[in-house]
């Protein structure tokens, strides 16, 4: 293969292809879980159903620790 030149592509016929949508990020408003806090305390003061915060957390139980970082909604 010593010597030989790659052979180049005609790039000319590839079409630019335009998005169908546009993707923006999403942004949550959260919460930093303290000692003695349960989901139904957060979902109380946040006047939000618990389980609106299990789904967007992705919860399978309601237990939750202090330093966890929970979303609460998107903003």
Wanted: hydrophobic share 35%.
């Amino acid at each position: 293969m010593k010597g030989k030149i790659p052979k180049i592509r005609n790039q000319a016929n590839k079409v630019k292809r335009t998005p169908r949508y546009m993707e923006f990020p999403v942004t949550y408003e959260v919460y930093h879980v303290e000692s003695g806090d349960t989901l139904w305390t957060i979902a109380k003061s946040f006047e939000i159903p618990v389980q609106q915060l299990m789904n967007l957390n992705k919860l399978s139980s309601d237990r939750i620790y202090p330093g966890q970082i929970i979303k609460i909604r998107e903003r």
